[in-house]
């Protein structure tokens, strides 16, 4: 006889989830039952990508995607993909504000240094910008995060945090 799961074990969880309705709130709450446990960061990602998906559950795993990004590398850019597909969704931008804000640990994948540019466009829903602001922030210095912010120092919206941030990265503003 197999031995019984730890009560860590997401598998329980990830089952009572499956089985509610999608607009069921306890899908929320389970979702935010899993927060740090690691075997439960691949169905937080699924539940973050899934455009269908309850969008305060989606939320919810953003935020646990953002607080324990995955040590694993290929998990790691599940959920860094999966955060992406999220903040490109047109349809929810409660979803892509936590979607934005929680990229800031998956800068290294190749994709999120432009998705987070592209989130701070002046064109974009003000919240999205800021949360995106706040990934780069996160993220750290690079070239390219440098070259982002320096042009957003003439932003009239986002242009002081912009530079605030490079001075405490100690990179220069530019011309």
């Given amino acids: ?25 306890r ?7 899993l927060d740090g446990n690691a075997e439960a960061l691949p169905f937080l990602a699924s ?18 995607l953002r607080l324990w990004p995955p040590s694993d590398p290929a998990t790691a850019r599940t959920a860094a993909q ?3 597909a999220a903040l490109r969704d047109p349809e929810d931008d409660l979803v892509r504000q936590y979607a934005a804000a929680a990229l800031g640990p998956y800068a290294d994948e190749p994709a999120v240094d432009q998705a ?8 974009e829903e003000p919240l999205v910008r800021d949360n995106a602001l706040a990934a780069v922030e ?16 003439r932003d009239p919206d986002l242009g002081r945090a912009a530079a605030r941030i490079l ?3 100690g990179r220069d503003l530019g011309a």
């Fill in 116 to 123: 987070l540019a592209t989130a701070l466009r002046p064109d």
């Fill in 167 to 169: 001075t405490a990265w």
């Fill in 47 to 64: 539940v973050v990508a899934d455009p269908q998906e309850y969008d305060l559950a989606r939320v919810e795993a953003a935020t646990i």
């Fill in 82 to 84: 999966a955060l992406l």
């Fill in 138 to 153: 996160e993220a750290g210095p690079s070239d390219a995060r440098t070259d982002v912010l320096r042009a957003l120092t």
């Fill in 27 to 33: 899908r929320r709450e389970i979702v935010a039952e």
């Fill in 1 to 25: 006889m197999p031995p019984a799961p730890s009560p860590d074990h997401p598998h329980h969880l990830i089952e009572e989830f499956r089985a509610l309705p999608a607009s069921s709130d």
